[in-house]
Protein backbone atom coordinates (compact mmCIF):
# COMPACT_ATOMS: atom_id res chain seq x y z
CA UNK A 1 0.00 0.00 0.00
CA UNK A 2 2.97 2.69 0.95
CA UNK A 3 4.38 1.66 -2.73
CA UNK A 4 1.14 2.21 -4.05
CA UNK A 5 0.81 5.63 -2.27
CA UNK A 6 4.42 6.58 -3.59
CA UNK A 7 3.47 5.76 -6.88
CA UNK A 8 0.29 7.78 -6.38
CA UNK A 9 2.20 11.00 -5.16
CA UNK A 10 4.69 11.24 -7.85
CA UNK A 11 2.46 10.75 -10.62
CA UNK A 12 0.11 13.51 -9.19
CA UNK A 13 2.80 16.10 -8.40
CA UNK A 14 4.83 15.36 -11.81
CA UNK A 15 1.36 16.08 -13.61
CA UNK A 16 1.11 19.28 -11.75
CA UNK A 17 4.38 20.54 -12.16
CA UNK A 18 4.16 20.45 -15.92
CA UNK A 19 3.49 23.23 -17.52
CA UNK A 20 1.28 21.84 -20.06
CA UNK A 21 -0.95 20.80 -17.25
CA UNK A 22 -1.54 24.52 -16.30
CA UNK A 23 -1.96 25.56 -19.90
CA UNK A 24 -4.57 23.62 -20.38
CA UNK A 25 -6.06 24.01 -17.73
CA UNK A 26 -6.08 27.72 -17.80
CA UNK A 27 -6.34 28.16 -21.60
CA UNK A 28 -9.40 26.29 -22.26
CA UNK A 29 -12.14 28.46 -19.28
CA UNK A 30 -9.76 31.66 -20.31
CA UNK A 31 -10.58 30.61 -24.05
CA UNK A 32 -14.41 30.16 -23.32
CA UNK A 33 -14.66 33.41 -21.68
CA UNK A 34 -12.46 35.26 -24.45
CA UNK A 35 -14.76 33.80 -27.19
CA UNK A 36 -17.98 34.53 -25.12
CA UNK A 37 -16.64 37.92 -24.56
CA UNK A 38 -15.76 39.04 -28.05
CA UNK A 39 -18.73 37.29 -29.31
CA UNK A 40 -20.97 40.00 -26.70
CA UNK A 41 -18.91 42.73 -28.00
CA UNK A 42 -19.54 41.80 -31.23
CA UNK A 43 -22.93 41.26 -31.01
CA UNK A 44 -23.40 44.74 -29.24
CA UNK A 45 -21.47 46.51 -31.60
CA UNK A 46 -23.48 45.15 -34.50
CA UNK A 47 -26.84 46.00 -32.22
CA UNK A 48 -26.04 49.51 -31.33
CA UNK A 49 -25.26 49.84 -34.98
CA UNK A 50 -28.57 48.52 -35.98
CA UNK A 51 -30.03 50.54 -33.64
CA UNK A 52 -28.44 53.53 -35.11
CA UNK A 53 -29.47 52.97 -38.25
CA UNK A 54 -33.17 52.41 -37.40
CA UNK A 55 -33.39 55.35 -35.09
CA UNK A 56 -35.76 57.66 -37.04
CA UNK A 57 -37.26 59.77 -33.82
CA UNK A 58 -35.95 63.01 -34.86
CA UNK A 59 -36.26 62.71 -38.96
CA UNK A 60 -39.30 64.12 -40.85
CA UNK A 61 -41.16 61.43 -42.06
CA UNK A 62 -43.84 61.73 -45.09
CA UNK A 63 -46.10 59.94 -46.56
CA UNK A 64 -49.09 59.02 -49.39
CA UNK A 65 -51.31 56.36 -49.28
CA UNK A 66 -53.55 55.89 -52.28
CA UNK A 67 -54.99 52.53 -51.26
CA UNK A 68 -56.55 54.48 -47.85
CA UNK A 69 -55.45 51.56 -45.77
CA UNK A 70 -53.92 53.72 -42.75
CA UNK A 71 -56.34 55.39 -40.75
CA UNK A 72 -53.60 57.24 -38.72
CA UNK A 73 -50.74 59.26 -39.54
CA UNK A 74 -49.47 59.58 -35.55
CA UNK A 75 -47.47 57.22 -34.12
CA UNK A 76 -45.08 56.22 -30.92
CA UNK A 77 -41.85 56.24 -31.65
CA UNK A 78 -38.61 54.75 -29.64
CA UNK A 79 -38.98 57.92 -27.71
CA UNK A 80 -42.70 57.00 -26.50
CA UNK A 81 -42.98 60.17 -28.00
CA UNK A 82 -46.09 60.79 -30.84
CA UNK A 83 -44.60 61.51 -34.16
CA UNK A 84 -46.71 62.99 -36.81
CA UNK A 85 -45.89 61.45 -40.65
CA UNK A 86 -46.69 64.64 -43.14
CA UNK A 87 -49.40 63.64 -45.95
CA UNK A 88 -48.75 64.35 -49.50
CA UNK A 89 -51.09 64.36 -52.32
CA UNK A 90 -49.26 62.04 -54.79
CA UNK A 91 -46.09 60.28 -54.87
CA UNK A 92 -43.94 62.47 -56.91
CA UNK A 93 -44.63 65.25 -54.56
CA UNK A 94 -43.35 63.03 -51.71
CA UNK A 95 -40.22 62.16 -53.80
CA UNK A 96 -39.41 66.05 -54.49
CA UNK A 97 -39.76 66.81 -50.69
CA UNK A 98 -36.70 64.07 -50.25
CA UNK A 99 -34.60 64.58 -52.83
CA UNK A 100 -35.24 68.68 -51.45
CA UNK A 101 -34.44 67.40 -48.02
CA UNK A 102 -37.85 68.68 -46.45
CA UNK A 103 -38.23 65.08 -45.23
CA UNK A 104 -36.16 62.69 -44.65
CA UNK A 105 -38.01 59.44 -45.90
CA UNK A 106 -40.94 59.01 -47.57
CA UNK A 107 -43.65 55.98 -47.77
CA UNK A 108 -45.77 55.50 -50.60
CA UNK A 109 -48.42 53.10 -50.28
CA UNK A 110 -49.62 52.12 -54.12
CA UNK A 111 -53.44 51.65 -54.97
CA UNK A 112 -53.22 47.68 -55.56
CA UNK A 113 -51.64 47.42 -52.29
CA UNK A 114 -53.67 45.06 -51.30
CA UNK A 115 -52.77 43.06 -54.12
CA UNK A 116 -49.01 44.16 -54.23
CA UNK A 117 -48.30 43.98 -50.27
CA UNK A 118 -45.19 45.90 -51.48
CA UNK A 119 -44.70 49.82 -50.03
CA UNK A 120 -42.08 52.25 -51.63
CA UNK A 121 -39.93 53.84 -49.64
CA UNK A 122 -37.41 56.73 -50.39
CA UNK A 123 -34.41 58.50 -48.60
CA UNK A 124 -31.94 60.91 -48.67
CA UNK A 125 -29.14 59.96 -46.21
CA UNK A 126 -25.86 62.02 -45.78
CA UNK A 127 -24.19 58.56 -45.24
CA UNK A 128 -25.05 55.42 -47.19
CA UNK A 129 -24.82 52.38 -44.62
CA UNK A 130 -26.24 48.88 -45.06
CA UNK A 131 -27.11 49.22 -41.85
CA UNK A 132 -30.02 51.74 -42.07
CA UNK A 133 -33.31 50.35 -42.16
CA UNK A 134 -35.78 53.08 -42.41
CA UNK A 135 -39.22 50.56 -42.07
CA UNK A 136 -39.86 50.99 -38.30
CA UNK A 137 -42.01 54.14 -38.78
CA UNK A 138 -44.48 52.11 -41.23
CA UNK A 139 -44.01 49.24 -39.03
CA UNK A 140 -46.16 50.53 -36.34
CA UNK A 141 -48.29 52.29 -39.14
CA UNK A 142 -49.51 49.18 -40.17
CA UNK A 143 -49.95 47.21 -37.39
CA UNK A 144 -52.00 49.67 -35.70
CA UNK A 145 -54.11 49.97 -38.80
CA UNK A 146 -54.24 46.08 -38.59
CA UNK A 147 -54.84 45.49 -35.43
CA UNK A 148 -57.70 47.86 -35.07
CA UNK A 149 -59.58 45.91 -37.81
CA UNK A 150 -59.54 42.81 -35.80
CA UNK A 151 -61.15 41.76 -32.59
CA UNK A 152 -59.27 41.72 -29.60
CA UNK A 153 -59.07 37.72 -28.71
CA UNK A 154 -58.25 37.78 -32.82
CA UNK A 155 -55.36 39.97 -31.40
CA UNK A 156 -54.22 38.08 -28.63
CA UNK A 157 -54.39 34.89 -30.29
CA UNK A 158 -52.03 35.89 -33.49
CA UNK A 159 -49.57 38.11 -31.29
CA UNK A 160 -49.02 34.90 -29.14
CA UNK A 161 -50.72 36.16 -25.85
CA UNK A 162 -52.69 33.29 -25.04
CA UNK A 163 -51.76 31.72 -21.94
CA UNK A 164 -51.40 27.52 -21.68
CA UNK A 165 -52.10 25.78 -19.00
CA UNK A 166 -50.46 22.16 -19.30
CA UNK A 167 -50.93 18.87 -16.97
CA UNK A 168 -49.58 16.05 -17.65
CA UNK A 169 -50.40 12.27 -16.21
CA UNK A 170 -47.47 9.40 -15.45
CA UNK A 171 -47.66 7.05 -18.11
CA UNK A 172 -47.92 3.96 -15.47
CA UNK A 173 -50.48 5.90 -12.84
CA UNK A 174 -52.69 8.73 -12.63
CA UNK A 175 -50.14 10.95 -10.37
CA UNK A 176 -49.41 14.58 -11.90
CA UNK A 177 -46.16 15.15 -13.39
CA UNK A 178 -43.95 18.44 -12.54
CA UNK A 179 -42.17 19.36 -14.91
CA UNK A 180 -39.74 21.37 -13.27
CA UNK A 181 -38.95 18.63 -10.99
CA UNK A 182 -38.30 16.65 -14.13
CA UNK A 183 -35.95 19.60 -15.33
CA UNK A 184 -34.05 19.52 -11.70
CA UNK A 185 -33.78 15.40 -12.72
CA UNK A 186 -31.35 15.73 -15.55
CA UNK A 187 -29.26 18.45 -14.56
CA UNK A 188 -27.24 15.55 -12.60
CA UNK A 189 -26.90 13.33 -15.89
CA UNK A 190 -26.42 16.29 -18.28
CA UNK A 191 -23.07 18.26 -15.88
CA UNK A 192 -21.82 14.31 -15.62
CA UNK A 193 -22.07 13.60 -19.13
CA UNK A 194 -20.24 16.75 -20.05
CA UNK A 195 -17.71 16.65 -17.54
CA UNK A 196 -16.92 13.32 -18.93
CA UNK A 197 -17.02 14.42 -21.98
CA UNK A 198 -13.80 16.98 -20.95
CA UNK A 199 -12.05 14.62 -19.26
CA UNK A 200 -11.78 12.44 -22.32
CA UNK A 201 -11.15 15.41 -24.44
CA UNK A 202 -8.59 16.85 -22.12
CA UNK A 203 -6.59 13.84 -20.20
CA UNK A 204 -8.31 10.80 -22.54
CA UNK A 205 -4.43 9.93 -23.69
CA UNK A 206 -2.27 10.92 -20.90
CA UNK A 207 -2.16 7.76 -19.30
CA UNK A 208 -1.32 5.79 -22.66
CA UNK A 209 1.23 8.24 -23.37
CA UNK A 210 2.92 7.77 -20.55
CA UNK A 211 2.73 4.16 -20.12
CA UNK A 212 4.24 4.05 -23.59
CA UNK A 213 7.13 6.63 -23.25
CA UNK A 214 8.44 4.48 -20.32
CA UNK A 215 8.39 1.36 -22.09
CA UNK A 216 9.77 3.05 -25.09
CA UNK A 217 12.57 5.03 -23.12
CA UNK A 218 13.06 1.60 -20.94
CA UNK A 219 12.69 3.35 -17.65
CA UNK A 220 9.98 0.46 -17.00
CA UNK A 221 12.96 -1.85 -16.38
CA UNK A 222 14.18 0.19 -14.03
CA UNK A 223 11.10 0.88 -12.01
CA UNK A 224 10.02 -2.30 -11.71
CA UNK A 225 13.29 -3.50 -9.84
CA UNK A 226 11.79 -1.47 -7.12
CA UNK A 227 7.93 -2.17 -6.69
CA UNK A 228 5.60 -4.62 -7.73
CA UNK A 229 3.69 -4.44 -11.46
CA UNK A 230 0.11 -4.45 -9.35
CA UNK A 231 1.35 -1.31 -7.43
CA UNK A 232 2.30 0.61 -10.35
CA UNK A 233 -0.80 0.14 -12.32
CA UNK A 234 -3.14 0.88 -9.55
CA UNK A 235 -1.40 3.79 -8.73
CA UNK A 236 -0.98 5.10 -12.61
CA UNK A 237 -4.58 5.00 -12.53
CA UNK A 238 -5.90 6.44 -9.30
CA UNK A 239 -3.50 9.17 -9.75
CA UNK A 240 -4.56 9.73 -13.51
CA UNK A 241 -8.10 10.33 -11.83
CA UNK A 242 -6.81 12.40 -8.99
CA UNK A 243 -5.01 14.57 -11.72
CA UNK A 244 -8.56 14.69 -13.97
CA UNK A 245 -10.37 15.85 -10.94
CA UNK A 246 -8.39 18.69 -10.22
CA UNK A 247 -8.11 19.64 -13.60
CA UNK A 248 -12.31 19.47 -14.15
CA UNK A 249 -12.23 21.67 -10.62
CA UNK A 250 -10.18 24.13 -12.01
CA UNK A 251 -12.66 24.05 -14.95
CA UNK A 252 -15.96 23.91 -13.37
CA UNK A 253 -15.29 26.46 -10.22
CA UNK A 254 -15.15 29.77 -12.66
CA UNK A 255 -18.07 28.56 -14.43
CA UNK A 256 -20.01 28.01 -11.23
CA UNK A 257 -18.97 31.58 -10.37
CA UNK A 258 -19.80 33.17 -13.15
CA UNK A 259 -23.34 31.48 -13.13
CA UNK A 260 -23.87 32.98 -9.62
CA UNK A 261 -23.04 36.21 -10.45
CA UNK A 262 -25.19 35.92 -13.62
CA UNK A 263 -28.19 34.86 -11.44
CA UNK A 264 -27.48 37.08 -8.85
CA UNK A 265 -27.49 40.04 -11.08
CA UNK A 266 -30.46 39.04 -13.68
CA UNK A 267 -28.37 39.04 -16.44
CA UNK A 268 -29.56 35.28 -17.11
CA UNK A 269 -32.30 34.41 -18.80
CA UNK A 270 -35.40 32.96 -17.56
CA UNK A 271 -34.82 29.57 -18.67
CA UNK A 272 -31.43 29.11 -17.43
CA UNK A 273 -32.13 30.08 -13.68
CA UNK A 274 -32.66 26.49 -12.61
CA UNK A 275 -32.62 25.05 -9.04
CA UNK A 276 -30.98 21.99 -8.77
CA UNK A 277 -31.58 18.81 -7.22
CA UNK A 278 -28.35 18.03 -5.08
CA UNK A 279 -29.22 14.04 -4.58
CA UNK A 280 -29.10 12.93 -8.56
CA UNK A 281 -26.17 15.40 -8.95
CA UNK A 282 -24.09 13.63 -5.96
CA UNK A 283 -25.30 10.05 -7.58
CA UNK A 284 -24.11 11.43 -11.53
CA UNK A 285 -20.62 12.55 -9.91
CA UNK A 286 -20.21 9.07 -8.17
CA UNK A 287 -20.91 7.60 -11.73
CA UNK A 288 -18.70 9.98 -12.77
CA UNK A 289 -16.02 9.01 -11.06
CA UNK A 290 -16.69 5.35 -11.54
CA UNK A 291 -16.56 5.93 -15.48
CA UNK A 292 -13.51 7.48 -15.56
CA UNK A 293 -11.87 5.02 -13.81
CA UNK A 294 -13.25 2.29 -16.19
CA UNK A 295 -11.56 4.88 -18.78
CA UNK A 296 -8.01 5.17 -17.09
CA UNK A 297 -8.62 1.44 -16.74
CA UNK A 298 -8.78 0.79 -20.34
CA UNK A 299 -5.98 3.40 -21.34
CA UNK A 300 -4.05 1.65 -19.42
CA UNK A 301 -4.57 -1.68 -21.35
CA UNK A 302 -3.85 0.27 -24.44
CA UNK A 303 -0.69 1.38 -23.00
CA UNK A 304 0.64 -1.58 -21.79
CA UNK A 305 -0.09 -3.58 -24.95
CA UNK A 306 0.97 -1.12 -27.47
CA UNK A 307 5.29 -1.44 -28.24
CA UNK A 308 5.03 2.44 -29.81
CA UNK A 309 3.31 5.67 -29.35
CA UNK A 310 2.20 4.84 -33.39
CA UNK A 311 -0.05 1.76 -32.00
CA UNK A 312 -1.22 3.23 -29.15
CA UNK A 313 -2.65 6.07 -31.10
CA UNK A 314 -4.22 3.14 -33.16
CA UNK A 315 -5.65 0.92 -30.27
CA UNK A 316 -6.83 4.73 -28.18
CA UNK A 317 -8.58 5.50 -31.78
CA UNK A 318 -10.49 2.04 -31.23
CA UNK A 319 -11.14 2.64 -27.60
CA UNK A 320 -13.04 6.19 -28.33
CA UNK A 321 -15.21 4.88 -30.42
CA UNK A 322 -15.93 2.10 -28.46
CA UNK A 323 -16.66 4.72 -25.83
CA UNK A 324 -19.15 6.94 -27.70
CA UNK A 325 -20.67 4.72 -29.33
CA UNK A 326 -23.61 5.54 -27.63
CA UNK A 327 -24.11 9.01 -29.28
CA UNK A 328 -24.14 7.62 -32.93
CA UNK A 329 -27.69 5.94 -31.71
CA UNK A 330 -29.21 8.45 -29.26
CA UNK A 331 -31.87 8.37 -30.92
CA UNK A 332 -32.69 5.05 -28.90
CA UNK A 333 -32.17 6.00 -25.99
CA UNK A 334 -35.70 8.43 -25.92
CA UNK A 335 -38.23 7.09 -24.02
CA UNK A 336 -40.32 6.43 -27.12
CA UNK A 337 -37.12 4.56 -29.08
CA UNK A 338 -35.94 2.17 -25.72
CA UNK A 339 -35.37 -1.03 -27.64
CA UNK A 340 -33.24 -4.26 -26.99
CA UNK A 341 -29.90 -1.61 -28.33
CA UNK A 342 -30.29 0.59 -25.92
CA UNK A 343 -29.58 -2.15 -22.87
CA UNK A 344 -26.79 -3.55 -24.86
CA UNK A 345 -25.24 -0.29 -25.22
CA UNK A 346 -25.94 0.67 -21.34
CA UNK A 347 -24.46 -2.88 -20.31
CA UNK A 348 -21.46 -3.20 -22.47
CA UNK A 349 -18.50 -2.03 -20.61
CA UNK A 350 -17.03 0.67 -23.05
CA UNK A 351 -20.10 2.36 -24.09
CA UNK A 352 -22.03 2.07 -20.69
CA UNK A 353 -20.81 5.27 -19.27
CA UNK A 354 -22.14 7.80 -21.83
CA UNK A 355 -25.25 5.37 -22.52
CA UNK A 356 -26.06 5.61 -18.67
CA UNK A 357 -25.84 9.57 -19.06
CA UNK A 358 -27.77 9.51 -22.12
CA UNK A 359 -30.44 7.60 -20.46
CA UNK A 360 -30.87 9.77 -17.35
CA UNK A 361 -30.76 12.85 -19.70
CA UNK A 362 -33.94 11.32 -21.49
CA UNK A 363 -35.42 10.35 -17.99
CA UNK A 364 -36.18 6.95 -18.52
CA UNK A 365 -33.08 5.50 -16.28
CA UNK A 366 -35.05 3.76 -13.29
CA UNK A 367 -33.04 3.74 -9.66
CA UNK A 368 -32.28 0.16 -9.80
CA UNK A 369 -31.19 0.19 -13.24
CA UNK A 370 -28.78 2.92 -12.08
CA UNK A 371 -27.21 1.27 -9.50
CA UNK A 372 -26.54 -1.61 -11.98
CA UNK A 373 -25.01 -0.25 -14.77
CA UNK A 374 -23.10 1.44 -12.40
CA UNK A 375 -21.97 -2.20 -10.55
CA UNK A 376 -21.59 -3.35 -13.78
CA UNK A 377 -18.88 -0.25 -14.54
CA UNK A 378 -17.16 -0.58 -11.25
CA UNK A 379 -16.77 -4.58 -11.53
CA UNK A 380 -15.60 -4.26 -14.94
CA UNK A 381 -13.20 -1.50 -14.10
CA UNK A 382 -11.94 -3.26 -11.64
CA UNK A 383 -11.25 -6.84 -13.69
CA UNK A 384 -9.44 -4.35 -16.49
CA UNK A 385 -7.16 -3.41 -14.09
CA UNK A 386 -6.30 -6.80 -13.29
CA UNK A 387 -6.01 -7.53 -16.58
CA UNK A 388 -3.68 -4.30 -17.45
CA UNK A 389 -1.67 -5.69 -14.67
CA UNK A 390 -1.45 -9.26 -15.95
CA UNK A 391 -0.42 -7.81 -19.74
CA UNK A 392 2.33 -5.55 -17.85
CA UNK A 393 4.06 -8.26 -15.93
CA UNK A 394 4.83 -10.10 -18.93
CA UNK A 395 4.96 -7.32 -21.44
CA UNK A 396 6.67 -4.26 -19.94
CA UNK A 397 10.25 -4.74 -21.55
CA UNK A 398 8.30 -5.80 -24.77
CA UNK A 399 9.99 -3.66 -27.76
CA UNK A 400 9.17 -5.43 -30.94
CA UNK A 401 6.93 -3.46 -33.37
CA UNK A 402 4.08 -6.14 -33.19
CA UNK A 403 2.49 -7.86 -29.53
CA UNK A 404 3.99 -10.93 -28.77
CA UNK A 405 0.98 -13.00 -27.74
CA UNK A 406 2.92 -16.38 -26.94
CA UNK A 407 5.10 -14.12 -24.21
CA UNK A 408 2.03 -12.56 -23.44
CA UNK A 409 0.11 -15.50 -21.80
CA UNK A 410 3.22 -17.38 -21.12
CA UNK A 411 5.18 -17.35 -17.60
CA UNK A 412 5.90 -14.32 -16.45
CA UNK A 413 9.15 -13.43 -14.86
CA UNK A 414 9.51 -15.16 -11.33
CA UNK A 415 11.08 -11.86 -9.79
CA UNK A 416 7.92 -10.05 -10.60
CA UNK A 417 5.70 -12.87 -8.44
CA UNK A 418 6.02 -11.54 -5.48
Keep these: MSRTTEVIRFEVMRNLKKPSFWIAAVLIPLGFALYMGVAALVGYNVGETVEAGTDTTDMKLGITDESEYIKETKFMNADKEEQ ?16 DKKVDIFYYLPKNFAETKKVEIYAKPAEISLMDDYTSPIRTLLSTTALSNV ?12 EYDTTTFDATDDHVVD ?10 PAIALACFYILMVVLGNRLTAAMVEEKENRISELILTSIKPVNLIIGKIISL ?5 IQLIILVIPMLILYKVGQNGNILPEWLKLSFDLGSIALYMLMLVASYFLFTAMSMVVG ?3 PTAKDANSYSSVMIIMVILPIFFINVFMPSGTSALTYILSYFPPSAPIALMLRGVFGNLPTWEFFLGLADIVIVGALITKLATYIFCRNA ?17 KSWKK
Excluded: Y
Design 179 to 188: TSEKVRQIIG
Design 84 to 99: EITVFSNKDAGIKAVK
Design 241 to 245: MIVGI
Design 151 to 162: DALDVAVITGMI
Design 397 to 413: IEFTPKINFKKLFGTPR
Design 304 to 306: VIS
